[in-house]
């Protein structure tokens, strides 16, 4: 997500400060912008309730998106969420990492995914826990003003 608002690689610049010591030609007082160049961004969770996954909707067209920076998906069709995994990262399906221009696109983006994606067992039934209330989510001031 950093690399789509800031322009660089954070992994790549850890991984080069780690072998030489140097992060590069970076000046990070310059490029990493706290307030994220004017941009509004989130992570979108998608959990799932103890199951057996059988299909999973909404992921198909996310390449096409230019507000998705990224999904990083770590389940998938046939995988079982047991009773133990409640409560911990193992209940997580993916993470969706959007980027927009502006609070409504945000707000668009976070509605659209929560109403699109869909992770069902062989009943039909499903598993996603129900998300957020996002207009009122997005009514908070993070500013710190």
Same mark, same amino acid.
């Given at each position: 997500?950093?690399?789509?608002?800031?322009?660089?690689?954070?992994?790549?610049?850890?991984?080069?400060?780690?072998?030489?010591?140097?992060?590069?030609?970076?000046?990070?007082?310059?490029?990493?912008?706290? $307030?994220?160049? +004017?941009?509004?961004?989130?992570?979108?969770?998608?959990?799932?309730?103890?199951?057996?996954?059988?299909?999973?909707?909404?992921?198909?067209?996310?390449? +096409?998106?230019? $507000?998705?920076?990224?999904?990083?998906? $770590?389940? #998938?069709?046939?995988?079982?969420?047991?009773?133990? #995994?409640?409560?911990?990262?193992?209940?997580?399906?993916? $993470?969706? #990492?959007?980027?927009?221009?502006?609070?409504?696109?945000?707000?668009?983006?976070?509605?659209?995914?929560?109403?699109?994606?869909?992770?069902?067992?062989?009943?039909?039934?499903?598993?996603?826990?129900?998300?957020?209330?996002?207009?009122?989510?997005?009514?908070?001031?993070?500013?710190?003003?």
């Amino acid at each position: 997500m950093l690399k789509k608002i800031h322009g660089f690689d954070q992994t790549e610049m850890l991984i080069r400060f780690a072998l030489t010591g140097s992060e590069g030609e970076i000046d990070l007082r310059k490029v990493d912008y706290v $307030r994220l160049r +004017g941009k509004f961004a989130a992570t979108l969770w998608f959990v799932a309730k103890s199951g057996k996954i059988f299909k999973i909707e909404g992921f198909e067209n996310l390449s +096409g998106d230019s $507000r998705v920076a990224a999904n990083v998906q $770590r389940l #998938y069709e046939g995988d079982e969420i047991l009773p133990e #995994y409640v409560g911990t990262e193992k209940q997580v399906v993916s $993470r969706m #990492y959007l980027v927009c221009e502006n609070k409504s696109e945000l707000a668009d983006a976070l509605k659209h995914y929560m109403n699109t994606v869909k992770v069902f067992d062989a009943e039909g039934k499903n598993l996603l826990l129900k998300g957020f209330d996002v207009d009122k989510a997005l009514e908070l001031n993070f500013s710190g003003e």
